[in-house]
């Protein structure tokens, strides 16, 4: 599932084309994903101008003089933009066209995305309950400290927990645990604040690494160009069951914690 560096990849991709442009039409070819797509979108967003692209947690923000498009990748869902029409692929789902002859294809396979428009973003249903960003000077040691002082569930639950902090997502807070020597069954009050500082650390530098390699490939995600991600190929932990440990050679260990692998090497990771 795309996660924050996917997303992030996928609006910085599109943000040079979008901004300024206007809302010509939207064809809707399947409007049943994750959620049916509301009826009324296309007069809410016929005419409008784009004013920027944003982004929180795994959603794409399309703001908007009237309020702001909220746009879910799911599984494998992709956006891209054509300076020209072009011949409808199987999956384009919903294909929105500009006054400059130019259009935003949403595609995906697996129908577990969805769009959404919103006045009112910060009160809106998919967005109000998020937790802070993990790149954010609000996610520091007081934060996480608290947080995890508060809790008797394991630190990697508790980072993949939306409430708390949005879009870490599985591989990299597998990878984030790693690099900071944290076995990710470990009770979360019972970190030390030294180790949590540190992990918050490693979580930026692997979120900011993987951005600058434009996310994971692990499955079907692709940016806006059509192209994959190249984070897996640097992936320390993440999916190498019985691989050796870059570290110390031990085998890398699988175990499910709230119903999602975790990689981690039971040697380099207390």
């Known amino acids: 599932m795309p996660e924050l560096p996917e997303v992030e990849t996928a609006k910085r991709g599109l943000e040079p084309s979008l901004v300024n442009q206007v809302f010509d039409d939207i064809f809707i070819h399947q409007g049943n994903l994750r959620w049916p797509i509301q009826k009324n979108i296309k007069s809410l967003l016929r005419h409008k101008k784009i004013l920027s692209l944003s982004r929180r947690g795994k959603y794409l923000l399309i703001n908007l003089e009237n309020g702001s498009l909220i746009i879910h990748l799911g599984m494998s869902g992709s ?123 490693e979580i930026r530098i692997t979120l900011s690494k993987a951005i600058k390699l434009g996310g994971s490939s692990i499955r079907d995600f692709t940016n806006s160009n059509g192209k994959m991600g190249y984070f897996q190929q640097s992936l320390a932990v993440y999916n190498r069951e019985n691989e050796p440990c870059f570290k110390c050679n031990t085998k890398i260990k699988r175990v499910i914690l709230g119903q999602r692998s975790s990689f981690y090497c039971y040697k380099c990771q207390k």
């Open 79 to 201: 956006l891209k933009f054509s300076s020209k029409s072009s011949i409808k692929h199987k999956h384009d789902h919903v294909i929105f066209k500009f006054c400059s002859d130019s259009y935003l294809i949403f595609n995906d396979p697996r129908r577990f995305g969805s769009i959404h428009f919103s006045k009112e973003l910060n009160s809106f249903w998919l967005i109000k309950n998020l937790g802070v960003e993990p790149l954010s000077d609000e996610f520091n040691i007081d934060y996480l400290w608290k947080k995890c002082n508060n809790s008797k569930t394991s630190i990697k639950q508790l980072l993949m927990n939306h409430k708390v902090v949005v879009g870490v997502g599985n591989i990299y807070a597998s990878e984030s645990l790693f690099y900071a020597g944290i076995n990710p069954r470990k009770v979360a009050h019972k970190i030390s604040k030294k180790r949590l500082s540190l992990l918050i650390t």
